[in-house]
Nanobody, 124 residues
Framework: QVQLVESGGGLVQTGGSLRLSCAAS????????AGWFRQAPGKEREFVAW????????AYADSVKGRATISRDNAENTVYLRMNNLKSEDTAVYYC?????????????????WGQGTQVTVSA
């Protein structure tokens, strides 16, 4: 089992930045790839970013490409998502997930473990 806890969400102004953290515990987190997803009210959960177990390969949704950076620190069992130039459409609950495999996973059902989510609200 891997337990994931997200933090770092909050209220941010349009054009601002934030960094989300996902702290892992349990089984060896460094063995898993990790991803960030988000879900806005009334919408399906959507892929945001993915990083491989070593942190050397990343993938992003087109909607955040150029504005988001996913990274990880396996010594700290933590994955990060930094987002810049935030827009109102970035408002959502952001979830961290962990799964196996060395190629980008853009579908939520490809992940084995999930955190409880952290709310990000971007105001005008």
């Amino acid at each position: 089992q891997v337990q994931l806890v997200e933090s770092g969400g909050g209220l941010v102004q349009t054009g601002g930045s934030l960094r989300l953290s996902c702290a892992a515990s349990g089984r060896t987190f460094s063995a898993y790839a990790a991803g960030w997803f988000r879900q806005a009210p009334g919408k399906e959960r959507e892929f945001v970013a993915w990083i491989d177990w070593a942190g050397g390969i990343t993938a992003y949704a087109d909607s955040v490409k150029g504005r988001a950076t996913i990274s990880r620190d396996n010594a700290e069992n933590t994955v990060y998502l930094r987002m810049n130039n935030l827009k109102s459409e970035d408002t959502a609950v952001y979830y961290c997930a962990a799964g196996v495999g060395g190629t980008p996973k853009r579908s939520a059902n490809e992940y084995r473990y999930w955190g409880q989510g952290t709310q990000v609200t971007v105001s005008a």
